[in-house]
């Protein structure tokens, strides 16, 4: 499976909804491979990091910290995808496959009416945040929703997280208007399909975002 340009986690910054800030030391900058398919490399495996999300009035402020040096087994991640198949989608967080623990979340946002899937409902300018609710050993997806197109199985480990996700509009308040599967990944997960398929919401489909998992 070929791999997919990483980002350094300090120069992710998102505004107005997201602002990822990484206290350690910096990690070297990648050059492009000149590629379609990119390279990537993992960093050090302690940091701290602070997800602020601005949820707006009703949806509150989330301020997670995540400090992977207290938690042994923890992995940390942070992406930002800024366009699947219209939604706006951005965050990170930390996980342990071992023990199954995650928490992770960030900001979210539909570009247009979500018609289908358990997103159905979303209409464009709507959503305002997520948090990840269980982390997930694998989960099949299909990336066009096709029924013509095979079934494929993301896992998590080193290189991916999968997740069960809670999404919520502004008005809802603290209750999910929406919940679904979600992976981020380092590595192309379809690399049968052009570009680079690296994050997918269930029932909304797959893109490429620039991410790093560590």
Known sequence: MKNVQAMHVGELRIKPW??????????????????????????????????????GAEGGNVDLQFNSAHHGGNQSFAFNASSISGVFLTGGGV????????????????????????????????????????????????CSGSADEPLKTAVTDDNTVVMKVDFYRQGDGV????????????????????????????????????????
């Open 95 to 142: 996980f342990d496959r071992q023990s199954g623990f995650v928490k992770a979340g960030g900001a979210f946002r539909s570009t247009q009416d979500i018609n289908s899937g358990p997103l159905a409902g979303c209409k464009a300018g709507e959503g305002v945040r997520w948090n990840a609710s269980e982390l997930l050993p694998t989960s099949g997806f299909k």
């Open 18 to 55: 997201v602002t990822v800030v990484v206290l350690s030391a910096a990690l070297a900058a990648l050059s492009s491979c000149g590629s379609k398919k990119r390279g990537y490399s993992l960093g050090p495996d302690t940091a701290t990091e602070t997800l602020e999300t601005n949820g």
């Open 175 to 214: 209750n999910a208007s929406f919940t679904a599967k979600m992976f981020v990944s380092a590595l192309d997960q379809d690399p049968g399909q052009d570009g680079v398929q690296n994050v997918w919401i269930q029932g909304v489909g797959c893109a490429e975002a620039q991410v790093n998992l560590r």
